[in-house]
């Protein structure tokens, strides 16, 4: 099952990622927005967030994640809503071993181009695949709502934003927090409790 899972959303992002690219149209050069960055009128289409993870939960410890999204431009009218999935290893106790991964959605209420601050809210469905010291394993799967804020970094320094997008490719950036209350539990592993996620942002 969880091969499934990774193949399924392995072909979904090969589908996804090549159509959001190509229906992302430029805007002409006469169109141009002279009083605006170059790198804030593109639309992001792909998303990488680098984060760690705080848990309340006594057995799943912290944790670091990756999550790569699709932001599809023709979703973008009202706010931005994205769809991807994500990795997260957690550090856990000695001679135990849990690493998560599964698929998210999200909505931002980003509404101006240079919003500071943007509100999101989401889903999340998690595997947790574990391996404990006392020799029980098995996979745990944990649903949660998440909410949370990000703060825009590129509108507060716009040489650095400019040095990412020539250097990188990056046409935002955002440090962002994310609450998420988790109820999953098994004789042997217990995830439930609020975790909180602290990361940056990058939109390309």
Request: charged share 15%.
């Given at each position: 099952?969880p091969r499934l899972l990774c193949k399924i959303f392995a072909t979904s992002l090969l589908v996804l990622v090549p159509a959001t690219l190509l229906a992302?149209?430029?805007?002409?050069?006469?169109?141009?927005?002279?009083?605006?960055?170059?790198?804030?009128?593109?639309?992001?289409?792909?998303?990488?967030?680098?984060?760690?993870?705080?848990?309340?939960?006594?057995?799943?410890?912290?944790?670091?994640?990756?999550?790569?999204?699709?932001?599809?431009?023709?979703?973008?009218?009202?706010?931005?809503?994205?769809?991807?999935?994500?990795?997260?290893?957690?550090?856990?106790?000695?001679?135990?071993?849990?690493?998560?991964?599964?698929?998210?959605?999200?909505?931002?209420?980003?509404?101006?181009?240079?919003?500071?601050?943007?509100?999101?809210?989401g889903y999340s469905y998690d595997r947790t695949r574990y391996s404990l010291e006392g020799g029980a394993s098995g996979t745990l799967a944990s649903p949660?709502?998440?909410?949370?804020?990000?703060?825009?970094?590129?509108?507060?320094?716009?040489?650095?934003?400019?040095?990412?997008?020539?250097?990188?490719?990056?046409?935002?950036?955002?440090?962002?927090?994310?609450?998420?209350?988790?109820?999953?539990?098994?004789?042997?592993?217990?995830?439930?409790?609020?975790?909180?996620?602290?990361?940056?942002?990058?939109?390309?």
């Amino acid at each position: 099952m969880p091969r499934l899972l990774c193949k399924i959303f392995a072909t979904s992002l090969l589908v996804l990622v090549p159509a959001t690219l190509l229906a992302q149209e430029p805007k002409p050069k006469s169109g141009r927005d002279h009083s605006m960055p170059y790198y804030l009128q593109k639309r992001p289409v792909l998303a990488v967030q680098l984060s760690g993870v705080v848990s309340e939960a006594p057995t799943a410890g912290n944790a670091a994640e990756l999550a790569l999204e699709v932001q599809p431009p023709w979703t973008q009218a009202i706010g931005v809503i994205s769809v991807g999935g994500h990795l997260r290893y957690h550090l856990a106790e000695s001679g135990s071993s849990l690493i998560g991964y599964g698929a998210r959605a999200a909505y931002q209420a980003k509404w101006f181009s240079r919003q500071w601050v943007v509100p999101v809210v989401g889903y999340s469905y998690d595997r947790t695949r574990y391996s404990l010291e006392g020799g029980a394993s098995g996979t745990l799967a944990s649903p949660a709502l998440f909410y949370g804020v990000r703060l825009f970094l590129s509108e507060a320094d716009p040489a650095a934003a400019a040095e990412l997008y020539n250097g990188m490719g990056v046409t935002r950036a955002y440090l962002s927090l994310e609450i998420s209350q988790k109820s999953a539990s098994n004789a042997d592993l217990s995830l439930a409790g609020r975790s909180t996620t602290v990361g940056l942002r990058f939109e390309f």
